[in-house]
């Protein structure tokens, strides 16, 4: 079976209802009808340009509903998808072409393809049957980049039959409220393994996905206009929608169930998103290498400093120590991941492989706890650790508390080394009102030690984050050194 037989069945099912919708887009909304000829169209125009089975294809697109068209289209006739986010393309990859809308340079790529909006113009008249792809569902269908927080992004490729098994996972993940709602807003890209099979989900059921627009303003009232019902994203960018329907009130919001994923938000966050979006609020721990892992209701894990769910049946994590020995409930260690869903490779890259990939572990690079009742706590990243005077502790945990205070709208912070090369705990933070950094600096004395209090605060309009709402901490640290 071909993984895009899932959507073109309920292109037949449901003709006329809405499949995709992007406000203020070249598109606004593509019935189900209408994607079916554009998977058609594509599929087309890409064999005469001799892409083939087994072809690595990239995929520069803006436009979302134009991108996902592409992907589902090229993977109808067996080529190997990948979204990227810049058009220098991992060097361990055979890459066969990058298709984008406008002309770019571009590294590792056989050739550039420059597409508009007239390929999914036609007939819609399918292949013939030989020239569609239905091969074996250990065939790699889809590769995705890992978010490349802590270094280089990293290939994961992902076989057919590992995109349906984790479409099939969203049942139990989801749990019986975003699983009941057939009109989805989805925030991550389509770079992100998360973003694309999230995608594929409402897609394969039939229902309705709804991607960002140009602006705030627009997306907001699309979600009023085509009735989402639910939303699927990390916390940075659903806490900006909780910051709109606060300050504009004649907007209601029609979300029933929010699913967060990518970073966990503090329970400061999660009390805003439950009392200006919707009450029925989850979050969600998981990697591109892993899938989810655990997930909670938001008011059982956000009490808890770095709780991120229990761990989802299939999946076995530990806490070990530095021999790789499993440490008692509730004792912090490095976490290590085995289940099914998890893959056990990086394309290209036997060195990066191996350290983390062994025995039929994943160790993602998180230190953490699993308590009795399997409740998984995320401590912060082993890579990603402060060290001020030989004290050590996670950024994350100093982020929490910046952003428990009442005007912090968002905050990141990273080790900057003074002059004589001592590191120093540097914040960016995006006020939400007028900055108040005197009160900031009482509340950090009061929930944090003093080495770990913020040297220097410095005001940025935006943090820099990947796709997957995680702190970019490289970019981070240019913008603090450079200011």
Same mark, same amino acid.
């Given at each position: ?177 975003? +699983? ?73 919001? +029609? ?26 609020? +989850?979050?969600?721990?998981? +990697? ?196």
């Amino acid at each position: 079976m071909n993984i895009v037989d899932l959507v073109l069945y309920q292109c037949r099912q449901r003709p006329p209802a809405p499949a995709l919708c992007a406000p203020a887009s070249d598109f606004n909304v593509v019935s189900y009808a209408r994607l079916e000829r554009f998977i058609h169209n594509i599929s087309r125009r890409a064999r005469a340009l001799s892409l083939a089975r087994g072809d690595i294809a990239a995929i520069l697109i803006r436009d979302p509903i134009l991108h996902l068209a592409f992907i589902l289209g090229l993977s109808r006739i067996g080529v190997v998808t990948m979204s990227v986010r810049s058009p220098d393309l991992p060097k361990e990859l055979q890459t066969a072409a990058l298709i984008s809308e406008v002309p770019v340079r571009f590294s590792n790529a056989g050739r550039a393809v420059v597409i508009d909006t007239a390929w999914t113009e036609g007939d819609g008249v399918a292949l013939d049957a030989s020239l569609i792809h239905n091969g074996h569902d250990a065939d790699l269908h889809r590769i995705a980049l890992t978010s490349g927080t802590t270094g280089e992004a990293k290939a994961v490729g992902l076989s057919q039959q590992m995109v349906l098994a984790r479409i099939h996972h969203y049942f139990w993940v989801l749990g019986g409220g975003l +699983s009941a709602c057939s009109r989805v807003f989805i925030d991550p890209g389509l770079a992100t393994a998360f973003g694309y099979t999230a995608a594929m989900y409402v897609l394969a059921h039939g229902g309705m996905v709804m991607f960002r627009g140009a602006e705030p303003v627009e997306t907001m009232q699309a979600f009023g206009l085509y009735n989402i019902q639910g939303a699927i994203g990390a916390p940075a960018a659903i806490s900006e929608f909780a910051d709109y329907y606060e300050k504009i009130p004649q907007f209601t919001s +029609s979300f029933e169930a929010i699913f967060l994923g990518g970073s966990m938000p503090n329970a400061a966050l999660a009390d805003r998103i439950r009392a200006n979006l919707c009450n029925n609020l +989850s979050f969600a721990y998981g +990697s591109t290498e892993a899938g989810f892992v655990a997930k909670a209701p938001a008011q059982v894990a956000a009490p808890i400093r770095g709780a991120v769910g229990y761990v989802v049946p299939g999946y076995m994590v530990e806490a070990v120590d530095d021999a790789n020995r499993p440490l008692p409930a509730g004792e912090v260690g490095r976490i290590r991941i085995r289940g099914r869903l998890c893959i056990s490779e990086y394309i290209g890259d036997p060195e990066t492989t191996a350290a983390a990939f062994r025995d039929g572990w994943f160790y993602p690079g998180d230190l953490g706890a699993v308590t009795a009742d399997r409740m998984l706590v995320i401590s912060g990243r082993e890579a990603a650790v402060l060290n001020v005077g030989g004290d050590k502790i996670s950024p994350e945990r100093v982020e929490h508390v910046l952003m428990a205070f009442p005007t912090v709208a968002q905050a990141a912070v990273t080790g900057v080394s003074d002059s004589a090369g001592s590191e120093q705990v540097w914040a960016a933070v995006v006020w939400r009102a007028q900055p108040e950094e005197a009160g900031l600096r009482e509340h950090c004395r009061a929930h944090l030690p003093t080495a770990f209090i913020p040297s220097r605060f410095v005001s940025v309009a935006a943090i820099a984050r990947n796709e997957t709402g995680k702190v970019d901490r490289d970019q981070l640290l240019r913008l603090l050194a450079g200011s």
